[in-house]
Nanobody
Framework: QVQLVESGGDLVQAGGSLRLSCTAY????????LGWYRQAPGKERELVAL???????TYADSVKGRFSISRDNAKNTAYLQMNSLKPHDTAVYYC?????????????????WGQGTHVTVSS
């Protein structure tokens, strides 16, 4: 069974840092595009950061200069380093990835979401 599992969410004071991890488990050939999204209470889910298979990174304006996305292809894991955290960064953070999945007879592309990890930034 293929799944994405996030970890690293926590309660932190404003100005602090956290590193989120997202690991893909299962019979995976490769990870293509991978993104971190977040959803605050009462708000829509929004893209925070994206990294492509060639390492190209994209960030939401609200996190530029504070957050950094990276990936370790050997571990099927991506990270979101979050520095200078602010109360408005409080949200559930989700990992989303386009995976190349192995199955009997071939390979297919499929999109997956993780279950989310909670980040709370206190003022």
């Amino acid at each position: 069974q293929v799944q994405l599992v996030e970890s690293g969410g926590d309660l932190v004071q404003a100005g602090g840092s956290l590193r989120l991890s997202c690991t893909a488990y299962g019979d995976i050939f490769s990870i293509d595009k991978l993104g971190w999204y977040r959803q605050a209470p009462g708000k829509e889910r929004e893209l925070v950061a994206l990294i492509t298979s060639d390492g190209t990174q994209t960030y939401a304006d609200s996190v530029k200069g504070r957050f950094s996305i990276s990936r370790d292809n050997a571990k099927n894991t991506a990270y979101l380093q979050m520095n200078s955290l602010k109360p408005h960064d409080t949200a559930v953070y989700y990992c989303n990835a386009d995976l190349q999945i192995n199955f009997v007879g071939g390979r297919r592309a499929q999109n997956y979401w993780g279950q989310g990890t909670h980040v709370t930034v206190s003022s």
